[in-house]
């Protein structure tokens, strides 16, 4: 087996000398102590890997759906690898809100390779759901725009329609008149967008709006 095959975004495991410097710090959790005990042995000896058992200090949570969905969810997890097989959508959305990036069938954990691009990939943010479960996350946020966010004038981004045309023609340099002139708003119904706006999201000026919405690929 060749590097490119274990590790498919051409990474190699670290060298054991630089595993306490950069490795992935991952925190195992499953109920069951056998589980836990296989993973455990799975990862220990894998270099680039470090073994941590305080949430707070983990970049990557590996957890196991028992029977118990919640528990395997681990207070202050940014990055989860769920190992879990047929998830409802409510409990795909609980797991989406507590950080789950990856989902990995149970199947497929017990081979050491896929594990390991599991916990890669989530700890650089690429995400990888079976598509089934990805089928279930698209047909859920479309719910969620027609039940909830369009009612509100929201979109899925975080912006109205009105934040996204205001912002767009703020980062292309115009000024409230120009853009109540450009949109057909008055200016004072532009300035109450930005306020808006900047209170909602918590930013300093519209120089941070802007770059704020640039930053998050909002326009």
């Known amino acids: 087996m060749t590097s490119q095959t274990a590790w498919p975004d051409g990474r190699r495991p670290l060298a054991p000398g630089h595993a306490s410097r950069t490795a992935i710090r991952v925190l195992v959790h499953a109920s069951d102590p056998l589980i836990a005990s296989g993973l455990l042995a799975m990862l220990r000896p894998t270099p680039g890997i470090e073994i941590v058992t305080d949430p707070q200090n983990a970049d990557v949570t590996v957890a196991v759906a028992d029977d118990c969905l919640q528990e395997a969810f681990q207070p202050g997890t940014s990055r989860l690898v769920l190992i879990a097989d047929e998830l409802r959508q409510a409990e795909l959305w609980t797991a989406i809100e507590h950080g789950l990036v990856v989902l990995v069938p149970r199947a497929e954990a017990t ?5 390991l691009r599991a916990i890669t990939d989530a700890r650089e943010g690429r995400g990888d759901l079976p598509a089934e479960q990805l089928g279930n996350v698209l047909r859920g946020l479309k719910q969620l725009q027609e039940t909830t966010l369009g009612p509100r004038d929201l979109t899925l981004a975080g912006l109205s329609l009105r934040e ?56």
């Open 164 to 219: 996204t045309e205001v912002i767009r023609l703020l980062a292309d340099g115009l000024d409230t008149a120009e853009i109540a002139e450009r949109l057909i708003y008055s200016e004072r119904t532009v300035k109450n967008v930005l306020h808006n706006l900047l209170s909602r999201l918590n930013l300093r000026n519209r120089a941070h709006a802007v770059a704020y919405a640039l930053r998050h690929g909002l326009i």
């Open 111 to 115: 081979a050491r390779t896929r594990l």
